[in-house]
């Protein structure tokens, strides 16, 4: 076997809650607009349209508590709380019955977002990839693994903003359920073990500037919570 020129980075990693062991991410891929509320607050028409996925770098994951420097090129940095979920077993073309299947576990994670980036973008008609995938972009809580939490198909979201909550939804509310997010993208592409899938924010994201503490809470799955520098 060749030498590395360089040595390889560590793989980005998760705490699992009740384990010493670690979730090492693979990948990221994230759901838009997955709930009616927030899509007709960025201006779309909530009607079952096929997902849209994008994809954020794994080495965005940052662990929750951290305090991040606010994000260069950006005056419009947006909280987006987001039910995580963890894949276990990977597969190409999963049947929805089998989706739940491959998933390990939950988290609760923000998508921050560079607003502006974004709208412009999508002015442009160009690629989101520098408003979503960029450094600390995507803070997750400890994963609950599905064998003590289940799959939670109901139960509150929420995010609050220096204890302000801002954004306040249930996870019944979602257009795609995680079994269908599962099975969808599996048909882009291989999932593996490792891949996280953001499954869409509620209504009410917003801007969040220096100093501000944000914390969000998944009920039935755990809280991620972030201080912006
Ligand atoms: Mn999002």
Redesign the pocket.
Request: net charge negative; charged share 20%.
């Given at each position: 076997m060749s030498a590395f020129l360089f040595p390889p980075p560590e793989p980005a990693a998760l705490a699992i809650a009740g384990e010493t062991r670690r979730f090492p991410v693979r990948r990221i891929f994230?759901?838009?607009?997955n709930y009616a509320a927030h899509a007709r607050e960025m201006g779309k028409d909530p009607s079952r349209e096929q997902p849209c996925f994008f994809s954020k770098p794994a080495d965005a994951v940052v662990a929750s508590g951290a305090t991040i420097p606010y994000p260069p090129r950006t005056t419009d940095l947006h909280h987006?709380i987001?039910l995580v979920a963890a894949i276990g077993s990977g597969g190409a073309d999963i049947a929805r019955a089998d989706a739940l299947a491959h998933v390990f576990g939950y988290g609760a994670g923000i998508?921050l977002?560079r607003r502006d980036l974004q709208s412009e973008a999508r002015k442009a008609g160009r690629p989101w990839d520098l408003s979503?995938g960029f450094d600390n972009s995507a803070p997750l809580g400890a994963l609950a693994p599905a064998t003590r939490v289940g799959h939670p198909g109901k139960g509150r979201i929420s995010l609050a903003v220096n204890g302000a909550i801002r954004q306040d939804a249930d996870l019944s509310d979602m257009i795609w359920s995680v079994a269908e997010i599962v099975a969808i993208l599996s048909q882009f592409v291989r999932l593996e073990a490792g891949d996280l899938i953001?499954t869409?924010?509620p209504a009410g994201v917003g801007p969040i500037v220096s100093g501000d503490h944000v914390t969000g809470e998944i009920e039935g799955v755990g809280g991620v919570a972030l201080t912006v520098g």
């Amino acid at each position: 076997m060749s030498a590395f020129l360089f040595p390889p980075p560590e793989p980005a990693a998760l705490a699992i809650a009740g384990e010493t062991r670690r979730f090492p991410v693979r990948r990221i891929f994230c759901v838009g607009q997955n709930y009616a509320a927030h899509a007709r607050e960025m201006g779309k028409d909530p009607s079952r349209e096929q997902p849209c996925f994008f994809s954020k770098p794994a080495d965005a994951v940052v662990a929750s508590g951290a305090t991040i420097p606010y994000p260069p090129r950006t005056t419009d940095l947006h909280h987006e709380i987001e039910l995580v979920a963890a894949i276990g077993s990977g597969g190409a073309d999963i049947a929805r019955a089998d989706a739940l299947a491959h998933v390990f576990g939950y988290g609760a994670g923000i998508d921050l977002t560079r607003r502006d980036l974004q709208s412009e973008a999508r002015k442009a008609g160009r690629p989101w990839d520098l408003s979503k995938g960029f450094d600390n972009s995507a803070p997750l809580g400890a994963l609950a693994p599905a064998t003590r939490v289940g799959h939670p198909g109901k139960g509150r979201i929420s995010l609050a903003v220096n204890g302000a909550i801002r954004q306040d939804a249930d996870l019944s509310d979602m257009i795609w359920s995680v079994a269908e997010i599962v099975a969808i993208l599996s048909q882009f592409v291989r999932l593996e073990a490792g891949d996280l899938i953001f499954t869409g924010t509620p209504a009410g994201v917003g801007p969040i500037v220096s100093g501000d503490h944000v914390t969000g809470e998944i009920e039935g799955v755990g809280g991620v919570a972030l201080t912006v520098g």
